[in-house]
């Protein structure tokens, strides 16, 4: 993944509650591979009526958010189903964070693992975001992982995030990659359980060694 520090991007107010996965992506367009990109099917019944044609008063269609990477929506943002094509829809067509004051949780998680940021503000600062037409439209927000801030004009949230989601998007490791970080600590606990617990191994493998100078137990 690509590793996510600090970007200034145009947001796209959605000031809307509880978007589910199958609003992000419908079931129906989940059919097609996902080598062929699932971008143009985001929140796809609501940029579109039921011929298609796309509704100009939907804010991810403003011409003037052509290109935004940044969706600033409401509460319980990805509820829902499970569906990871509710992210592979947001990733393909170029959000990379989502600024909401509460998330779905197995969302969130599916977002880290795509490398989109799901940044968790408290309710008065969503408000306040939601609410500041004059700071936020159509100019860039600074997002700032690594301080985990969000600024806007002369106006600074602070983002939550877990530490180790953090992480992973600082340096756009996916879960193996994470698990490759950690191992010399693996080796080493490794190393040391074999000798602790010698009645773990199967049967026909020799008993370990104590290190030098240490002792078994």
Partial sequence: MRPFTTMAALACKLA??????????????????????????????????????????????????????????????????????????????????????????????????????PAHISEEDSERLLRADDLVAHRPLTIDLGAQTITVGNLVVTFAID?????????????????????????RFAEQDEIRRPWMKPAGVPPPTAPRGGKTR
């Fill in 163 to 187: 530490p180790v989601w953090k992480k992973q998007l600082l340096n756009g490791w996916d879960d193996i990659d994470m698990t490759r970080s950690e191992a010399g600590t693996i080796a």
């Fill in 16 to 117: 809307i509650d509880n978007i589910d996965t199958d609003q992000l992506i419908p079931a129906r367009f989940m059919r097609r591979p996902r080598s062929e990109g699932y971008g143009n099917f985001l929140l796809h019944d609501l940029r579109f009526d039921a011929d298609g044609a796309s509704k100009p008063q939907f804010p991810l269609n403003d011409p003037k958010l052509s290109g935004c990477e940044v969706i600033l929506a409401g509460r319980n943002f990805g509820c829902g189903s499970s569906r990871e094509a509710a992210v592979y829809a947001l990733a393909d067509y170029g959000i990379r964070v989502v600024i909401a004051s509460s998330f779905g949780d197995i969302f969130a998680s599916n977002a880290v693992k795509n490398g989109v940021l």
